[in-house]
C-alpha cells in the first residue's frame, strides 16, 4: 500500500512569490491533515479536512494561506505571497478517522530568501 | 488552550544508557500517541496507549499512560544509535476525540 505522498520535496522561493504543496493521501483515508513543523520542535496544525470540507482551519493564516481539497482525495496548499518566516517543513499526513493513527508523508521543505 | 508538555527538549546520551522522556498536560486525553520522526521524514506511530495506568513495550520501549490519562511516559532501555530522532507525543481531545493535541517533541542523540 503506497504511503502518503507529497510534492515537492524542496521548494526555494523569494518573498513575495507564491508557492503551493500538493498531497496525495492514503486510498480510502477520509480525513486529510496539513502541518506546519520547524526545526525540532513538534507539528502544528494548519487545516484538518474530513472529506472535503474543512473541519479545522481556526490556525490557518488565511490572509496568505489557501487549502482545497476537491473531490475529497487530493489536496493542494497554497502560500500567497510568501514571507521570509514561512520558511519551515509542511507535512501532510491522513487517517481513516479523526483521532486515529496518523500517517505522514515526508514533506516539503520550504526555504524564503 | 490545551498543552501537552514534553521533557526533556533536548537529550544526548551514549549508547546502552537508558532515558525517560515525560509528556505532561492538565487536561484529560481519551487517548495518548507516541511518534517518533527521523530527519527528513514525516512522523511515525510507534504506540497508542488508551486506558489509564496502561503500560505498552516494544522491545525496548515502555509506554505508560498516567492514571488519570493527564500525563505519560516513554522509557528507552540500553538507547542504540538508530533510537536517534525527534519523539513527539500527542493526545486526542477527551472533548473533541476528533482533534489531537501535539508535544514540542523531544530530540534524542544517541553516541556510539
Known amino acids: 500500500e503506497a504511503g502518503v505522498v507529497q510534492s515537492p520535496r524542496y521548494k526555494i522561493i523569494e518573498k513575495k512569490q507564491p508557492v503551493a504543496f500538493w498531497c496525495n493521501p492514503i486510498?480510502?483515508?477520509?480525513?486529510l491533515y496539513w502541518y506546519l513543523q520547524n526545526l525540532g520542535q513538534g507539528p502544528e496544525l494548519l487545516i484538518r479536512y474530513e472529506n472535503e470540507e474543512a473541519v479545522d482551519d481556526s490556525q490557518l493564516p488565511k490572509d496568505r494561506f489557501s487549502a482545497e481539497r476537491l473531490k475529497g482525495v487530493d489536496s493542494t496548499l497554497k502560500i500567497q505571497p510568501a514571507e521570509l518566516g514561512d520558511s519551515a517543513v509542511y507535512l501532510c499526513?491522513?487517517?481513516?478517522?479523526?483521532?486515529?493513527?496518523?500517517?505522514f508523508g515526508p514533506g516539503t521543505r520550504l526555504t524564503v530568501t | 488552550t490545551q498543552l501537552l508538555e514534553q521533557s526533556p527538549q533536548f537529550l544526548s546520551i551514549q549508547e546502552g544508557e537508558n532515558l525517560t522522556v515525560y509528556c505532561n498536560s492538565s487536561?484529560?486525553?481519551?487517548?495518548l500517541q507516541w511518534y517518533r520522526q527521523e530527519p527528513g521524514e514525516g512522523p511515525v506511530l510507534l504506540v497508542t496507549?488508551?486506558?489509564g495506568g496502561e503500560v505498552k513495550k516494544l522491545k525496548r520501549l515502555t509506554f505508560q499512560f498516567g492514571d488519570a490519562r493527564k500525563d505519560s511516559s516513554l522509557h528507552i532501555t540500553a538507547a542504540q544509535p538508530g533510537d536517534t530522532g525527534l519523539y513527539l507525543c500527542a493526545g486526542a481531545d477527551a472533548g473533541n476525540n476528533r482533534k489531537l493535541i501535539w508535544g514540542l517533541g523531544t530530540s534524542l542523540a544517541v553516541n556510539p
Open positions: 496507549v488508551v486506558t
Open positions: 487536561s484529560v486525553f481519551s487517548s
Open positions: 499526513a491522513s487517517s481513516s478517522d479523526a483521532g486515529a493513527e496518523q500517517y
Open positions: 486510498s480510502g483515508h477520509n480525513t
